[in-house]
Nanobody
Framework: QVQLVESGGGLVQAGESLRLSCAASESIFFINRMGWYRQAPGKQRELVATMTTGGRENYADSVKGRFTISRGNAKNPVYLQMNSLKAEDTATYYC????????WGQGTQVSVSS
């Protein structure tokens, strides 16, 4: 069973940047889609950004122009560059990779102080 581990979260001030990484326990091939989601306390998990293998990107309106999803390799399939962070970006961030199955990480905490 493939496991995903996110890293790169932390505590930053508003306006600063973070880059999230997603590492797989083994190489993942035939990826159909990869993405990042987040969940703030008391709220439902929401889509942040996704990318298909064809390169089509999709972003939540709240992060457009500030966040960029990018493709890595089979062991590190996806990254998320987050710029101009805001307090409302505070959440646990999860990476997801879809082949014939959906794989999820355990999450990394991002906290933004205003």
């Amino acid at each position: 069973q493939v496991q995903l581990v996110e890293s790169g979260g932390g505590l930053v001030q508003a306006g600063e940047s973070l880059r999230l990484s997603c590492a797989a326990s083994e190489s993942i091939f035939f990826i159909n889609r990869m993405g990042w989601y987040r969940q703030a306390p008391g709220k439902q998990r929401e889509l942040v950004a996704t990318m298909t293998t064809g390169g089509r990107e999709n972003y939540a309106d709240s992060v457009k122009g500030r966040f960029t999803i990018s493709r890595g390799n089979a062991k590190n399939p996806v990254y998320l560059q987050m710029n101009s962070l805001k307090a409302e970006d505070t959440a646990t961030y999860y990476c997801s990779v879809t082949t014939t199955k959906d794989y999820w990480g355990q999450g990394t905490q991002v906290s933004v102080s205003s």
